[in-house]
């Protein structure tokens, strides 16, 4: 039996227009990559949450290299009502450029019940596409990575010890430090 997959209310937020990575085609079309990619998903820091490499061909990163003097904007908000407002911060121009390495990030349905996060009864749901215009692949941003690791609202247990969150918000901010999500466009 195939597992069934949909999409997360939360992945909804990742379009065109967003600052985030986004899929110019329709969401069967996602589902399906997704489906046929399952046998390739690698645990994350649980069981129920995995990555799923998928062709990269339509999807674009929201991420761009920042240059010198480039502007910057912030605000202080929550990614989603009833979570604690977390501190954003955009890149004012650049484009978003094609990915050369796209990964699904999907958590079971059981995953998703702990917290009552559900979107949909299927087997596991899409929560974010993370797609790289590089080869290599970006790390959590370290204030997601501390959310996670705190265990504070919207986040998901890290299960790290100490040592393991430290090098690994080490290897966040080096990554982090010169990138940054392109800015929303009006839609």
Not at 175 to 186: G, T
């Amino acid at each position: 039996m195939t597992a069934t997959v949909a999409l997360n209310d939360f992945v909804r937020r990742q379009t065109k227009e967003s600052p985030f990575s986004y899929f110019e085609g329709s969401e069967a079309v996602l589902i399906e990559l997704v489906i046929n990619a399952l046998p390739n998903k690698k645990q994350l820091s649980r069981e129920g949450i995995y990555s799923i490499p998928v062709p990269p061909k339509g999807f674009y990163s929201g991420v761009v290299e920042l240059e010198e003097g480039m502007d910057l904007v912030g605000k202080f908000e929550p990614r989603v009502e009833g979570e604690l407002p977390v501190k954003k911060i955009w890149a004012t121009r650049g484009e978003k450029l094609l990915a050369k390495r796209v990964d699904i990030i999907v958590y079971s349905k059981e995953v998703l019940a702990e917290k009552g996060e559900n979107s949909t009864d299927a087997d596991f749901e899409i929560i974010s596409i993370n797609a790289e215009f590089t080869d290599e692949s970006s790390p959590l941003t370290p204030e997601a990575l501390m959310r996670n690791h705190l265990g504070e609202p919207g986040g998901s247990d890290t299960k790290m010890t100490d040592a393991e969150f430290v090098a690994a918000l080490k290897m966040s901010r080096d990554y982090w430090r010169s990138k940054a999500n392109l800015m929303a466009r009006p839609s």
